[in-house]
């Protein structure tokens, strides 16, 4: 098992331009969710899924958009990105009852 | 909804001797309380895990307690090693996979 995979590692963007941060989870897993990390912060919840065509809000949503058509994708999409955007972008799954497993990571710069 | 608060922030101990995190969340429903690890420049990854129906759990060198009643859980870590330093999250979980955690503790472990 790959378990939950991530893509770009890293990524630079100019205020005002959009881009997908992709995540996939090859553990058949119902729940996916989306932190970001500031330096020298906690994880904050920005979306989650409870499964394919479910999404709700966490906790900083503002600026972020996503969707899941599919069991094994969550992407997170930034639709106009600003510096205040710029962070690490964990991607993370679980069962409903089991381990919640976390991606190695987006680190995204905006300028 | 569950709100985790974990303390202290910042703990410094010599070589050897033992490390306590302490957390307590506000959701009697919370029934999963996971502990994370987090290296720098890594994705954090679990160390040990505790559900409601257990009120003590050890892996080696690591034990969580948890009490249902005053609503607080513990990370207790013995002889502590300079590769125990790192960032430790505490989290909470009520509903269907999703995960509140606490504002993180930098432990740091001199030789």
């Known amino acids: 098992n790959a378990g939950v995979t991530q893509t770009p590692k890293f990524q630079v963007l100019k205020t005002g331009q959009s881009m997908t941060l992709q995540c996939a989870q090859d553990?058949?897993?119902?729940?996916m969710s989306w932190y970001r990390q500031d330096p020298g912060m906690g994880l904050r919840l920005i979306h989650y899924?409870?499964?394919?065509?479910?999404?709700d809000q966490g906790e900083v949503p503002n600026g972020y958009n996503v969707s899941r058509s599919t069991t094994e994708d969550f992407p997170l999409r930034l639709l106009s990105a600003a510096p205040s955007q710029t962070s690490v972008y964990f991607c993370?799954?679980?069962?409903?009852?089991?381990?919640?497993?976390f991606g190695p990571g987006t680190r995204l710069t905006v300028l | 909804g569950e709100n985790v608060e974990q303390h202290p922030s910042t703990l410094s101990v010599q070589e050897g001797d033992s490390a306590v995190i302490k957390c307590t969340y506000s959701d009697s429903a919370s029934n999963y309380f996971p502990w994370y690890k987090q290296e720098l420049g890594k994705r954090p990854q679990l160390i040990i895990d505790i559900r409601s129906n257990v009120g003590e759990k050890k892996d080696q060198r690591i034990a969580v307690t948890l009490n249902k009643t005053a609503k607080h859980f513990s990370l207790h870590i013995t002889e502590t090693q300079p590769e125990d330093s790192a960032v430790y999250f505490c989290?909470?979980?009520?509903?269907?996979?999703?995960?509140?955690f606490g504002q993180g503790t930098i432990l740091t472990v001199h030789p």
């Open positions: 899924s409870v499964g394919a065509g479910i999404t």
């Open positions: 993370a799954s679980s069962s409903a009852v089991g381990e919640q497993f």
């Open positions: 989290a909470g979980r009520t509903s269907y996979g999703k995960l509140t």
């Open positions: 553990m058949n897993h119902e729940y």
